[in-house]
């Protein structure tokens, strides 16, 4: 019984597991090479540089984002 319940806990963990993933994007501009990219962390201000002032529930959402911001034309 407890062998079956080791199982079950480790199979529900694993497919847990993508619930853990990014839920938030950013549109961040390299402050060195001054090109625009999407990132799950959000910019630190020193190496990459926050466009925009919010986050993005998705990755299509933050393109979307990026291709119509001024700072990345």
């Given amino acids: 019984m407890l062998h079956r ?3 079950a806990l480790a199979a529900l963990s694993i497919c847990s597991l ?5 839920t938030e994007y ?4 390299s402050a ?3 090109k625009c990219e999407v990132v799950t962390k959000k ?12 986050s993005h529930k ?3 959402e933050a ?3 990026m291709k119509s911001a001024t700072d990345c034309k």
Avoid: C, Q, R, Y
Wanted: proline share 6%; no cysteine.
């Fill in 26 to 29: 950013w549109v961040a501009k």
């Fill in 63 to 65: 393109e979307a984002a």
């Fill in 58 to 60: 998705n990755k299509k």
């Fill in 32 to 34: 060195s090479t001054k």
């Fill in 5 to 7: 319940t080791i199982i």
């Fill in 18 to 22: 993508p619930a853990f993933a990014a």
């Fill in 43 to 54: 910019p630190d201000g020193k190496t990459l540089i926050e466009v925009g002032m919010a």
